[in-house]
């Protein structure tokens, strides 16, 4: 027969395990850039990174919601949920958040993306405990009150203003429209001026109380941290706010899906009276899980990712035709984009794109050199490195890995995965993507024989 004490100290140590489970992702070399996970019951994950040779520490709340969960009445309520839950909780007033992050020289932000939303405060490592109960408290205590939904409106209003301004910033959100239509993926983070109109304060708290449960957030934080203190201290936080829960509960996994991009040769065109016409030339890209976006990052780098690249040296150095000309890669779930956005005088419109064209049509027909890979390879992780100097960087990767792909890798496994693609790779690559049909956004003061050329980029 079992003893009480024992059929106690069995129970315990059964509770003790359910409490947290904690795992060594990355072990770093004396510690340094250990990445540590721990999660616990009710589904919460945390992740940290620890760099004790740094003063400061960045803390970062991520939830697995963008504004591709909105429905076409909701576009925007992501967004306008961010700016919310800054305005205050049933602790501190809006002022009281800001003033405490102020008073310590700490920096305070959130960004609302496609598919994630993320709050941060980057401080002094000692001042690390107030940012996670500062952080904290917003996610778990914000009120969302009519007046303040009133008010913010109208600030969410002048963001998209001042986006519309900005037509290099404009042509992104189209060229989004132009491949997936009027669709999650296809309408603007920010929402139109007739969605965050019609939103309401309950419409919101509804979104907010879905969206925010424990098991859809993960909490990240690196710098000179540690990681078993974080964990204390964020349990504790969510507790007070009674959002801790006791329950099992398995964490949110990361987002699939099969989606297909067909937007093959569309052109759309938004008139409008700039000094320059902004154009992205691009089509279906690559999943951000797809083995092969490891090529596809050198294939980006050397067709226009620096000053060496094939579209800066031809549409810039040699031509002069325009000041800003690159291409890049966006990555979702299930899907992706490739685009190269150019800037120019709109009399120059239709040579810029007859040379973007002509160069993806060259490199998918030919591909690339082996010195332009080669020169690709050593810049894309030179860049890797040095964008991960600072801990707001390493708390962007580990919390946006977690709840991405549910998995950490190190960056020098980064690096030799980089360091593994063959010019094969490259050239297989860049006949898949860059093979098909691109379609094309623009904005600018086109005239309409102007207008009626464009199809000719795309046919």
Not at 50 to 59: E, H, I, N
Not at 367 to 383: F, K, N, Y
Request: net charge neutral; charged share 25%.
């Amino acid at each position: 027969m079992t003893s009480r004490s024992a059929r106690t100290t069995a129970r315990t140590s059964s509770e003790a395990r359910a409490v947290a489970r904690t795992q060594t992702l990355i072990k770093g070399e004396h510690g340094i850039g250990t990445v540590r996970k721990t999660t616990l019951p009710g589904g919460l994950r945390i992740v940290t990174e620890t760099l004790p040779s740094v003063r400061s520490a960045t803390f970062g709340i991520w939830a697995h919601v963008g504004s591709r969960d909105e429905t076409p009445a909701l576009n925007g309520a992501t967004h306008y949920l961010e700016h919310l839950l800054f305005k205050g909780t049933r602790k501190r007033s809006a002022l009281d958040i800001s003033a405490a992050i102020d008073a310590v020289g700490g920096e305070m932000n959130a960004f609302t993306a496609k598919e994630y939303t993320c709050y941060y405060a980057r401080v002094l490592d000692t001042d690390l405990p107030l940012a996670i109960d500062v952080v904290c408290d917003m996610l778990t205590g914000s009120l969302i009150q009519e007046e303040d939904v009133d008010v913010e409106r109208g600030a969410i209003l002048e963001e998209i203003a001042m986006t519309e301004d900005d037509a290099g910033d404009c042509v992104h959100d189209l060229f989004a429209h132009t491949m997936f239509g009027d669709n999650d993926l296809g309408r603007p983070v920010l929402g139109t001026v007739d969605t965050v109109n019609a939103l309401t304060a309950d419409r919101i708290r509804r979104f907010y109380r879905k969206h925010y449960d424990p098991t859809h957030l993960v909490v990240a934080a690196a710098g000179n941290v540690d990681h078993h203190k974080v964990v204390r201290q964020v349990r504790a936080a969510f507790e007070k706010a009674g959002a801790f829960r006791e329950s099992v509960a398995a964490p949110l996994a990361p987002r699939d899906g099969r989606r297909t991009v067909r937007a093959a040769g569309r052109v759309e065109l938004i008139g409008r009276k700039t000094e320059q016409a902004h154009v992205i030339l691009g089509m279906p890209g690559l999943a951000r899980t797809d083995e092969r976006r490891w090529a596809l990052g050198v294939l980006n780098t050397a067709l226009g990712g620096g000053m060496s690249s094939r579209l800066f040296q031809e549409v810039r150095e040699k031509r002069g035709l325009a000041y800003s000309v690159y291409s890049y890669t966006s990555g979702f779930a299930d899907c992706g984009l490739f685009g190269v956005y150019a800037g120019c005088r709109p009399a120059q419109v239709h040579d810029v794109l007859k040379i973007c064209r002509d160069e993806l049509d060259h490199v998918a027909e030919h591909g690339l050199t082996d010195d332009e890979i080669g020169r690709a390879v050593g810049q894309l992780q030179g860049s890797t490195v040095l964008g991960l100097e600072d801990t707001g960087a390493l708390m962007n990767r580990i919390g946006k890995s977690e709840l991405c792909w549910g998995e950490q890798m190190s960056v020098d496994d980064m690096l030799a995965r980089i360091a593994s693609v063959t010019p094969d790779d490259v050239r297989a690559v860049a006949r898949d993507v860059l093979g098909r049909r691109p379609s094309l956004s623009v904005i600018g003061p086109l005239k309409d024989k102007q207008a009626s050329r464009l199809h000719d980029a795309v046919a």
